[in-house]
Every structure is written in structure tokens, then in C-alpha cells.
């Protein structure tokens, strides 16, 4: 048995099955009637995690992620100072460069609805794993981000972050939908639990994939690159769908739906961990010619860590390319912090931060150490206010400077 802690016993489970699911959108199907009595009693008794509670699901969790690659380049093992990304050589999202909406739940109440969203039916709340905070689903429904409905960028990308029980789960259903400016789905990403995915488009399904194998147990992230006319999608390391071109499409928000499905969410959770829309931007070259500068987000960390997580992969490939293709170009990597946590701390995460990018080149694609000079600002130069999570993620960054 797995220990979750803080998950909310649900008192009453009156599961009904037979909601019909159109595949452009899972609203239309329509919601049951179930109905979930929480026990309050249960919430009371909800215990924050701390660094000595981790528990087994976590140090599954961390495992998975030490062992799960990330690609370097195509020789396939990382550094010293990066993951694995042989599973990454054919994963090509890169995440957009300003940060529109983001929630990653810290700071929410244990029990409360999240204060970042809006609610559109069902039954959430904020439930506490080990030392991280969670959106837990336990009778369908809809929640939208608090964003004003406005045309999506030419460019954005869209990441959100689930947690799986593992592959002896049925599973849960997640979606990301489109909405257009009357609030109606007019677009759906789904992932089916254990391994189904699928991408449908005004009514038409344009994409339907099963995974080689059911999700393990963990984290795993949905993930959307798109522009005006293009969608790609992506489960973790797999591109799900690739649209090449998509016309009479104009959603401007977007919201999740989320179903427990036949799965008791007492005893297997339906969480979500995070949430990250953003606009895409401009090539590496358009911006080092415009600006002597590159800002780029496609550089990934954990929390507290300077190993490069495999998700890098595409934007050190594109990195990597730059300098091949100019071998005149000198470059400066900074690594930037926000502003939580010790100055000091901050300063010392985001030298080595900074410098693991540099090795990183070095090893994997062979370039010159003395084209690369690596620095780290911590939170001294931001580029956003550090009041907002978005703020504080646009600040959470690598530069690429030209000497």
C-alpha cells in the first residue's frame, strides 16, 4: 500500500459510469450526478509534509527521475551534470519565453479550493503529497486559470503537470481544452489514464496515439507547442500529435477537465501538480542579433538542484547548433534565480547552474571551452517582478550573452 499523505477520505461514493464523451470535447458529454460528501473530519486531521516525511512514493519518484533520461545530443548519456537524454533525441518542445499564467500551488491552503483558478463545476481542492501541494479532482469538473479571455499569442505553449499512481490503476482521464470566446470547447487534449492520448479539433479527431506502455508511477507532464496554424503535443518524452496546419481556430482561453473515472479517488487520487502557459518567442539567432542576448526557459532544473533535467534537450540542441554553425561566437552563460530563498544560496545555485550548461556543451557537443565563458547572477538582475508566480518564473532563467 502506498502512502499518500493528506488525501481527503471521501465519506459518501455514489460512482456512476456512462457519461458519453465526445472526442472534441469532453464537456459535451455532460457531467453525472454523483455526488461526494467530504469528510471534514479527515481534512482536520491533514499533516503537512517535511523534509524528514518523504515517503515511498516520493523516493519512487526520485529514482525515476536520477534514472529517466534526457538526451545528450546524439552520443545519448548526459554529464555528470545532466540526466540521461537518450529518451530526448526525438523530442523537440521547447517552452515559450514569457510566462503568462503559472501554479505550482505553493503557498495554497490545505483544503481550500486553489486561489488561482476558477470554478466551473465539480469538486476541488488543494491536498498536501509528501512536501508539495496538489489540486485534487474527486467528482468531475472544470477549472480555469484566472486569465482575461484575449486571443491566444502567434506563438505559446501550454505544460501541465499530473501525478499517476501507477500502471496497475485504471487511471484517471485529464484534458486540456480550448475555449472560444463564447466559453464553448472547440479543441481537447486527452490523456487517457494508463496510455491513451488524443488531439481533437472543432469536432474532428486528428490524433489518437497509445503510449508503448501505462504511465509508471510519478509525475508526467502534458505538453502543447503551438502557433496559428500548427499544434504539436507531447505526453513526457513522446510527441502525441503533430498538426501541420489547422485553419478557422481561434480560441482564446483554455481550462481543465478533469475525471476520477472508474477509480475511487480515495484510494487513488486524481492530482494535479502544476500549471504553465506561456508565449513563445523568437529564434536564439533572432534574439542574439537583435539583442546580443538570448533569454531562454528551456533550461530545466529541479528545485534546489544544478543537474540539468532531460526536458533541456531541444533548446541545448538548438545552443549547440548556434555556436556550430557561427565558430566566431563567444557566449556568456548566466544562470538567474528568483528571488526566494538566501541571496547567498541563490547567487552559489545559479553559478553552478551556469557552469553545468557550460560543461554540458563542452562534453556532449565538443565545443571550444574557450568560446564559453559561464557566470551566475542569482536574483541581483530581474527581468519581472518577483511579487507573482509568473513573475518569479520569467525571472528563472539562463542567458546567453555575446562577448
Not at 148 to 156: H, T
Request: net charge negative; hydrophobic share 35%.
Amino acid at each position: 500500500m502506498r502512502k499518500l499523505i493528506c488525501i481527503l477520505t471521501i465519506a459518501v461514493l455514489s460512482f456512476c459510469v456512462g457519461a458519453a464523451w465526445n472526442p472534441a470535447c469532453a464537456g459535451l458529454g455532460g457531467l453525472s450526478d454523483r455526488l461526494k460528501k467530504k469528510a471534514t473530519e479527515e481534512a482536520e486531521k491533514m499533516i503537512d509534509g517535511t523534509p524528514e516525511d518523504t515517503t515511498e512514493v516520493e523516493k519512487q519518484v526520485e529514482q525515476k527521475t536520477s534514472e529517466t533520461g534526457a538526451a545528450a545530443g546524439e552520443a545519448g548519456a548526459g554529464t555528470t551534470g545532466s540526466e540521461d537524454m537518450t529518451l530526448y533525441t526525438k523530442y523537440d518542445f521547447v517552452p515559450g519565453d514569457r510566462v503568462i499564467f503559472y501554479d505550482d500551488l505553493s503557498g495554497e491552503e490545505i483544503g481550500e479550493f486553489p486561489t488561482r483558478w476558477n470554478l466551473e463545476k465539480g469538486v476541488f481542492e488543494i491536498v498536501r503529497q509528501g512536501n508539495e501541494n496538489y489540486i485534487m479532482c474527486s467528482d468531475k469538473g472544470y477549472i480555469l486559470p484566472k486569465i482575461a479571455p484575449a486571443p491566444l499569442p502567434p506563438k505559446y505553449t501550454v505544460e501541465m503537470e499530473l501525478y499517476s499512481n501507477g500502471p496497475e490503476y485504471e487511471g484517471h482521464w485529464y484534458y486540456i481544452e480550448w475555449l472560444d470566446a463564447g466559453g464553448s470547447c472547440i479543441a481537447s487534449l486527452t490523456f487517457k489514464g494508463g496510455g491513451g492520448t488524443s488531439l481533437s479539433i472543432l469536432r474532428k479527431n486528428l490524433a489518437s496515439k497509445n503510449l508503448p506502455a501505462r504511465v509508471a508511477e510519478g509525475l508526467h507532464t502534458m505538453r502543447i507547442m503551438a502557433t496559428k496554424s500548427t499544434i504539436k503535443c507531447y505526453l513526457d518524452n513522446v510527441r502525441i500529435a503533430n498538426v501541420p496546419k489547422v485553419e478557422g481556430f481561434d480560441p482564446v482561453a483554455f481550462r481543465v477537465y478533469m475525471d476520477p473515472w472508474k477509480d475511487d479517488p480515495a484510494n487513488n487520487p486524481m492530482l494535479l501538480k502544476s500549471f504553465r502557459f506561456a508565449e513563445g518567442g523568437k529564434t536564439l539567432r533572432e534574439q542574439l542579433d537583435e539583442t546580443g542576448r538570448i533569454i531562454t526557459h528551456g533550461i530545466l532544473f529541479d528545485s534546489g538542484s544544478d543537474r540539468i533535467k532531460g526536458e533541456s534537450y531541444k533548446t541545448l540542441a538548438n545552443i549547440s547548433r548556434l555556436l556550430t554553425d557561427d565558430p566566431e561566437l563567444r557566449l556568456s552563460i548566466e544562470g538567474h534565480t528568483d528571488s526566494d530563498g538566501a541571496e547567498e544560496y541563490n547567487l552559489d545555485l545559479s553559478d553552478k547552474r551556469a557552469l553545468a550548461v557550460r560543461t554540458y556543451l563542452v562534453d556532449t557537443y565538443k565545443i571550444d571551452g574557450n568560446r564559453l565563458e559561464s557566470k551566475g547572477w542569482g536574483e541581483t538582475e530581474p527581468i519581472d517582478a518577483n511579487a507573482t508566480p509568473e513573475g518569479k518564473a520569467n525571472n528563472r532563467r539562463v542567458e546567453l550573452v555575446k562577448l
